[in-house]
């Protein structure tokens, strides 16, 4: 067998079409920036996730950078960020001449929720990343931040579709940032990303920070830059919407069918919640102290897996900074990406499950 992680070429023909038909539609129109395209999907992605403001723009790094910016985040200021992330959610405070504080996450890689002893004079914020689809448990992060009176960005790159107490992630925090990456579970065919805001003010300023800061054309009232999402991007993004729920529901079938044939696996850490509403199903990551054995083993089976991530963002030389994080570290050691996507088939999946069972038979 060949298995890979993820293989977006594989498709369906029927979204294949009509990606390519919504991309002559595009061509014909002869409007590449703007649009209605992108007037659409801001439509579409505040009306699925009931947020006011959202803001495309063109990638979910840039979205972070963004809001930062739009917070007024930057020389002298701290932003506490989980050590166990992708590295944008550190790479932005540095960009915008902050400093990264880093905090140890959970045994599930969420900001660990003692993050408040990080809190300084300097601190202006703090950025949960909801890691794999999971979402921080938001309602006690937002009374804490409250009470240091910090301002909140929630890193829901990965965790498009995931809600809490029926509200949207990414919808908690002052701003929100959503990167569409192709391997996301809602994945442009390029680079895009989106801010979200349920404040005006921070809206405005969004939009003028990302469009070399002009209300109207030629008319610049603050230095920006261009981040401006590619019409066509937005286009094949309001294509992949058509398909969003039916793939989240295969998502989480595959998720159960895991945690089903892997419970009485004793030497596995399982993804806790993967099936509920907080958990969008983006990857499941197990743990074993024998990871590197098992990919080993899996690959030699044509099984890909990957690893998110392999290092800590403190133990990268642009960011060393010493400090235990030590589930954190524990993560990056002894986590393991199974395949989880809308095209792994049936027969793949008993595949990948017969062979981890082998594997600690
Ligand atoms: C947690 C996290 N933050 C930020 C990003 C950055 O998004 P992008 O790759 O669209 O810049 C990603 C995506 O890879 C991510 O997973």
């Not at 002298?76 to 990264?100: F, H, Q, R």
């Not at 895009?192 to 920070?209: D, F, H, N, P, V």
């Not at 998720?255 to 907080?278: H, R």
């Amino acid at each position: 067998m060949n298995i890979p992680f993820l293989d977006l070429s594989r498709m369906e023909e029927s979204l294949k079409s009509r990606l390519k038909s919504r991309f002559s539609e595009v061509l014909e129109a002869g409007i590449f920036s703007g649009g209605k395209e992108v007037q659409a999907l801001e439509q579409s992605v505040s009306d699925i996730l009931k947020s006011k403001h959202s803001i495309p723009c063109a990638n979910g790094t840039d979205a972070l950078e963004l809001a930062l910016r739009a917070l007024g985040i930057g020389v002298g200021d701290e932003v506490i960020v989980p050590a166990m992330t992708w590295v944008s959610t550190a790479e932005v405070v540095v960009l915008v001449g902050a400093k990264p504080i880093f905090w140890d996450t959970d045994p599930q890689g969420l900001l660990r929720s003692d993050w408040e002893k990080a809190v300084t004079p300097k601190t202006k914020a703090v950025i949960p990343v909801h890691l794999y689809g999971k979402m921080v448990e938001m309602k006690l992060l937002m009374e804490k931040a409250k009470l240091h009176h910090l301002f909140v960005i929630e890193d829901s790159s990965q965790a498009f579709g995931s809600f809490q107490h029926t509200k949207a992630a990414g919808t908690w925090g002052d701003i929100g940032c959503l990167s569409f990456y192709p391997t996301k579970n809602l994945g442009a065919l390029g680079e895009a990303g989106m801010c979200l805001t349920q404040e005006g003010e921070l809206a405005k300023k969004m939009r003028l920070l990302l469009n070399h800061g002009q209300p109207i054309r030629d008319q610049h009232e603050t230095v920006g830059r261009n981040s401006r999402i590619d019409t066509v991007q937005a286009a094949f993004l309001n294509v992949m919407l058509e398909d969003f729920e039916k793939n989240q529901a295969i998502r989480k079938s595959i998720a159960k069918t895991y945690l089903e044939a892997f419970g009485g696996i004793s030497e596995l850490i399982l993804p806790e919640d993967i099936v509920g509403e907080d958990h969008n199903a983006h990857l499941f990551v197990i743990q074993t102290q024998r990871r590197d054995e098992l990919k080993q083993f899996l690959a030699e089976r044509g099984i890909g897996t990957a690893i998110h991530y392999p290092a800590i963002v403190p133990d990268l030389k642009p960011y060393l900074t010493k400090g235990d994080f030590q589930s954190a570290r524990n993560l990056a050691n002894h986590g393991l990406s199974l395949p989880l996507n809308p095209y792994l088939k049936v027969e793949e999946l008993g595949f990948v499950i017969d062979s981890v069972c082998k594997f600690f038979r």
